[in-house]
Nanobody
């Protein structure tokens, strides 16, 4: 069974950048649509980005478009989320998740079946 482990979060200043990583063990991620979600304290989980097995990606809310980029490296069995121009409102736990193989990018967390433990991103003003 696939285990996902996020890393790369931390405490950063507004305007800086982070690259979050999601590494898998127990199986190959290459066929799967992968996603990033985030959840701020006291809020619902929010879709951030998704990428298909072909490498096509989509982004979620307007707040992340233009600043976030998702990518994958099948040789490393990992996916990534590059976040630029971080804002305090980006503060959240960021989760990596795996959906179904050989399918389209998906935005609903109900379509994802394997989840990492999350990595905390905190952005100070």
């Amino acid at each position: 069974q696939v285990q996902l482990i996020e890393s790369g979060g931390g405490l950063v200043q507004a305007g800086s950048s982070l690259r979050l990583s999601c590494a898998a063990s127990g199986g190959s991620l290459s066929p799967y649509t992968m996603g990033w979600f985030r959840q701020a304290t006291g809020t619902e989980r929010e879709f951030v980005a998704a990428i298909t097995w072909r490498g096509g990606s989509i982004l979620g809310a307007d707040s992340v478009k233009g600043r976030f980029t998702m990518s994958r490296d099948n040789a490393e069995n990992s996916v990534y989320l590059q976040i630029n121009s971080l804002k305090p409102e980006d503060t959240a736990v960021y989760y990596c998740a795996a959906s179904t193989p050989y399918s389209r990018a998906r935005e609903s967390d109900s379509d994802y079946f394997y989840w990492g433990q999350g990595t905390q991103v905190t952005v100070s003003a």
